[in-house]
């Protein structure tokens, strides 16, 4: 939320005097985590005093006297949404959900506006109902600006699996001191409209992704066809069905954006890439499978709005926590000379703190509903320095209970 929306001493009488969710110490500990992660006070409280964010705007906007709501897909009419124009919208963090007769309900990142609530009054000639809802829920509803995603999504799944097999420039058309591909036909050649193609359909499935709020995303190829599926709520959605031949420029175009080797098939690869989609800024976590007919594709959709992980909040062991600060604060030193020996027993960070997660997971531990897992090199080969450095890329359904830390016990 924006700074102006509620002050600290606003915020501290409702939870600490009023309602008595946190105490005085613990709402200091989050005034100094918001400062140290930069993030809105009323996100800290709501993370360190274990009670859901929208909770804490409910309370806000009872105590405003306005309506809240958490604004799902669901919420907006589109006609009433297309009532304010998409660029002051946008400008001023509001969406138009629901009209009836003269009356239009707006959700708003700071409802107490009242010269917003007057100018779309006035610019709409509707009486303005405002109501709280937080920032990203804004944002996410803001992207129907566009349309049906649906709709959108199928219209660039049908222009991927129709421009791929275009045939690109006549060889000897490119520039002079373009590089050229002798090995045979080029196997990463495309039309560059198929490579457009594939670009557009990466971003509508990212799109209806957020809007959906969906946690996953599956692009899982078969024989006949390729599906992309949206874990939401913790269940598989089929959504769409692509031809097999926009599968190999869909999932290029997604290894390209996550730094993965794309002329390697026969290993998994992860990967990570930020994607803003009109404002919205979300992270990925990428995973690619080999399977029978091609690779499988996960993408782990991670909101800037998720909880921020705190050092405090990891769930270690004292002893562990004291080893991990004692770890980060030493200073990290390299010989580059004959001292082989020397060098093998200076601390290493970072070695020390997966050590403190391996020790977790070994207890029953689990950080964040993950369990850790080997990773391997580039040969397939297990590599020990990875070991506790990496999470496993989720794919049940949040909130299920850990499987425990799997290992790797082949050569």
Do not use: C
């Not at 779309?120 to 709280?132: C, D, F, G, R, S």
């Amino acid at each position: 939320m924006a700074g102006s929306l509620v002050s600290d001493d606003e915020l501290k009488t409702l939870l600490v005097d009023q309602m008595e969710l946190v105490d005085a110490a613990e709402f200091e500990k989050a005034q100094q985590m918001a400062t140290r992660l930069k993030i809105p006070l009323e996100r800290a409280l709501a993370e360190r005093g274990r009670f859901p964010l929208a909770f804490l705007l409910a309370q806000l906007a009872q105590a405003w006297d306005v309506g809240f709501i958490e604004l799902k897909v669901g919420d907006v009419q589109l006609d009433a949404l297309q009532i304010i124009r998409e660029e002051y919208a946008r400008s001023h963090g509001v969406v138009a959900f629901e009209r009836q007769d003269r009356t239009l309900k707006v959700a708003m990142a700071n409802p107490r506006d009242r010269m917003i609530i007057r100018e779309i009054a006035q610019t709409t000639k509707h009486e303005v109902v405002p109501y709280l809802a937080p920032e990203g829920a804004i944002r996410r509803a803001q992207l129907l600006y566009k349309g049906s995603l649906r709709e959108m999504l199928e219209r660039s799944a049908l222009r991927a699996s129709t421009e791929i097999n275009r045939p690109a420039k006549p060889a000897g058309s490119e520039a002079p001191g373009t590089p050229k591909w002798h090995g045979g036909p080029d196997p990463l050649r495309r039309a560059p409209a198929a490579e457009a193609s594939a670009a557009d359909l990466v971003t509508r499935v990212l799109e209806y992704a957020v809007v959906t709020r969906a946690s996953d995303v599956h692009i899982e190829p078969f024989e006949l066809e390729t599906l992309v599926r949206y874990r939401i709520d913790g269940v598989l959605h089929e959504v769409m069905s692509l031809p097999p031949t926009a599968q190999a420029s869909l999932i290029a175009r997604i290894k390209i954006l996550s730094a993965m080797r794309i002329d390697e098939h026969r290993i998994a690869q992860d990967g990570r890439f930020e994607a803003d989609l009109s404002g919205f800024v979300v992270d990925l976590r990428v995973s690619a499978m080999p399977t029978q007919w091609g690779e499988k594709i996960v993408m782990r959709v991670l909101s800037r709005e998720a909880a921020s992980a705190d050092l405090d909040d990891l769930g270690l062991a004292a002893s562990d926590y004291e080893l991990l600060i004692k770890s980060l604060l030493r200073p990290f030193r390299h010989d580059p000379g004959d001292g082989a020996d020397r060098v093998r027993q200076v601390h290493d960070p970072l070695r020390d703190a997966a050590a403190a997660v391996d020790r977790a997971a070994e207890r029953g531990q689990h950080l964040d509903g993950r369990g850790s897992h080997r990773v391997h090199d580039a040969a397939g080969q297990p590599d020990p320095a990875a070991r506790g450095r990496r999470l496993r890329l989720r794919e049940r359904a949040p909130g299920a209970a850990p499987a425990g830390p799997r290992r790797h016990h082949g050569g």
